[in-house]
Each structure stands twice: as C-alpha cells, then as structure tokens.
C-alpha cells in the first residue's frame, strides 16, 4: 500500500492527509517540464486556471495542450490510484485536473472555499489529489486547510470581486477566528483533501514560483450530473459538464454516469 493506516485515519479525522508517498524524481523532472511547456504555449490564460489539462483542448477547446497525453497517464499512476481506492473504495473516476501554477511576484490567491460548492457529483464521494511540482511552502502560497471543517455542510459561497483565482468565496462567517493549517510540500509530494474541507491559499508574492496540478477522482457509484448549473466565471474561465468526458479508472461505472472514454 502506498497509504498507510494512520495516514488513511488522518484523512477522515482532518479532511486531508499528506502520504510520505512521492512522486519519484525522474517524475516530477516531467511534470515539472510538462506544466512548463504548457504554460508556455498558452500565455493568454492565468497559469493558476489551466482546466483539465488532461483533455486535449482543455474544457471547451481553450488549451493548447499537445501533451494531454502525459496528463492523462499521471492521474493513472497506480501507487496515487491505490491511495484512491483506500478512500472512495474500487470503483473510480477520474472526472477533472486543474495546474495551479502561481508566478513568482504575481500569484493569485485561491479564496477559502469548499469544493463541494462547484460540483455536479451525487453523492459527493469524491477526492482530490494535490501533487506539488515546485516546492510549497507558506511564503510562495501553499494550501491552507481548516482542519476537520469536511465534517460540515456545504455552506454558503459569496461572490468574490477580487482578483483570485476562483470567484466565490465562502462566507466570511464560518471561518472567523479558525486556525489555518499550512500544507508544505516539497517537489513530488502530495496531498489529498475530501470535498467538503475548507481552503484555499494566500497570494505568492515571493521571488518563488509555487505550482502543482491536483486530480479530481470520484466513486463511480456517484453520478456525474451533466445538467448541473456550469459555472462561467467573471474572468471568462467557464466550466461546463454537460459534455466532459470523464475516465473509469478502476472498477465498474453505475449505468448513468454517461462514461464517455476509457484509457488503458
Ligand atoms: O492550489 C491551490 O492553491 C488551490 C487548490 C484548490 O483549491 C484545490 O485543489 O481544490
């Protein structure tokens, strides 16, 4: 296993868990060329807004990402599968990604928010996997979670007029005076967080850059809702369901999930 026990315990406890599981370093030598490459030949989109880059064309066409491809295979890297399974359990898919590379000087801050609140999956039997091509440390603007907040509802999300690289925050109210717990990683660590844990992450204004890319695995006895409200977001970053296609990993999917692809 490439989780242990107690990491596993973590995780329910807290909402989130950093395995001593890492990507080894010819790995993150790729990963960190392949988020190079790709920010490189789409300059016009926010480095932290790089939607499913393992998608060719992104969400609606909008990146040009040629190497999709390796995207794809990394979220398919049995030992982070294995991690999943211990999780949600056999049956998964892998349904989104996102690079959230922050520049140097320039990084946007990621509002508090749980991801709960933008997702069209029911139930939400999902997990999201964090993988950290550069180190992440407090200055550059690593995650920051509250921890064991998953315990909660979803709560109310208001629209954030800041420039941030997700555009609802949540409500101010539920998270005054909690403590926020840092998430340092090194290059090829990562870390797992439920769906309703609350977090985000502060502006990088450092002279170092602070990217990763995270998966978005869920069960496959959940459901996929393509008709879910899609989000277009202030900045022109929208995202749509209704025809993503999405990755049974492991297992069997549920007859109205609309699997649309499968990878070996
Ligand atoms: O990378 C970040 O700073 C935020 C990531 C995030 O919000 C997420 O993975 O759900």
Known sequence: MTI?????????????????WQLPVKKIDLLKNNINKIIKSNSDIRPEQIVCPHIEGGTRGE??????EYFLRLAYTNEII????????????????QIFSKPAFDGMAVPMHQDSHYWPIEPMSTCSVWIAADRSTEINGCLTVIEGSHKNE????????????????????YIQNKIKKHILLEPGQL????????HGSNK???????AGIVYRYMSSKSKFN????????????????????????????????LVKYFYK
Do not use: F
């Not at 990088?204 to 602070?210: A, K, L, M």
């Open 63 to 68: 990146l040009n990402n040629i190497n999709h």
């Open 4 to 20: 242990t026990r107690s990491e596993i315990e973590h995780y329910k406890r807290k909402g989130y868990v950093s395995p001593s």
């Open 191 to 198: 870390s797992l967080h439920h769906s309703n844990l609350i």
């Open 204 to 210: 990088n204004i450092s002279p170092y850059r602070r």
């Open 82 to 97: 294995n991690m999943i399974k211990a999780i949600l359990g056999n049956d998964i898919i892998l349904w989104g990604s």
């Open 154 to 173: 979803t709560y109310k999300h208001v629209t954030n007029n800041n420039k941030t690289a997700l555009n609802a925050a949540i409500d101010n109210k």
């Open 226 to 257: 393509r008709k879910a409200k899609n989000h277009n977001q202030k900045d022109g970053h929208s995202v749509n369901y209704s025809d993503r296609p999405i990755w049974l990993i492991n297992g069997k999917k549920r007859d109205n999930t």
